[in-house]
Each structure stands twice: as structure tokens, then as C-alpha cells.
């Protein structure tokens, strides 16, 4: 499948602001900006196994598409929603379980690039990772 692999963090734009935005402290975000995100994607059908791997956390989780699931992010917060793939874009729709706001995020595999795209209350940000 199309997102099936190991990835790499190589870039970010605009990741602190997103984290600010998000109510991350500084310290943390600065943290994050160096966290040597790593991906491993397996992908069979609609269902996915993630292993997500940084310098602060390890963390495996499972989800089907279209399936509700609720996930805690590397800062605490915990999130609730879906994946659906629409053409080759992984879309994500999720509600923070604290402040009730949504957090979307896509991934798209172009190339060797994984783009992952986040978007919450205004604010966009970017993460770029290469196939390894």
C-alpha cells in the first residue's frame, strides 16, 4: 500500500507556531522541534498500524479507516476522531477531549515524501518525512 514503509521527519514549517497554537509551552516546543520523528506504516486494507518513535516517546496504536478511535498525542492531550482516505490523502478529523476543538491532519505519500499537513484553530502547519 501506498503509506506502507519506514519514514523520517526531515523538515517542518511552521510546526512551532501550530504547537504554540495548540497551548504547547515553550520549552516543549522547542523540544519537539527536534524530536527525530520516526514512522513505521503498515497498512493492510483499511486497517493501520502505526509505531511512532521521537526522541521523547515510543508509541504503537492501531485504527481502521472510518473507525472512531481516540488517541493521546506526545504532549498529554488526547484526541478522538477518524481516518478516511479519500484518493491517495489520508484525512484525519479529531476532537480535542479537553477544549471540544478540531484538529484535522492529512498525509499524503509523494514521491519518497510523506507530507503531513495539521491544521487547529487557524493555524497550519507542515512535517515532511523521507522514505528510509
Known amino acids: ?17 501550530f504547537l504554540e497554537q495548540m497551548g504547547i509551552n515553550v520549552v516543549k516546543r522547542k523540544l519537539a522541534e ?3 520523528m520516526k514512522l513505521i506504516i503498515e497498512q493492510t486494507g483499511d486497517n493501520f ?3 511512532e518513535s521521537s526522541t521523547f516517546r515510543k508509541k504503537d496504536f492501531n485504527f481502521t479507516l472510518g473507525v472512531p478511535f481516540e488517541h493521546e ?6 484526541i478522538e476522531g477518524t ?15 479537553d477544549n471540544g476543538k478540531t484538529l484535522l491532519t492529512n498525509r499524503e505519500v509523494t514521491g519518497n515524501e510523506l507530507v503531513q499537513t495539521y491544521s487547529y484553530d487557524g493555524v497550519t502547519a507542515k512535517r515532511i518525512f523521507k522514505k528510509v
Open 1 to 17: 500500500m501506498t503509506f506502507n514503509g519506514s519514514w523520517k521527519v526531515e523538515q517542518s514549517e511552521n510546526f512551532a507556531n
Open 34 to 36: 527536534h524530536d527525530n
Open 49 to 51: 498500524h502505526i509505531k
Open 73 to 78: 498525542l506526545a504532549d498529554g492531550t488526547v
Open 83 to 97: 481516518w478516511v482516505l479519500e484518493g491517495n490523502t489520508l484525512k484525519g478529523n479529531f476532537t480535542r477531549k
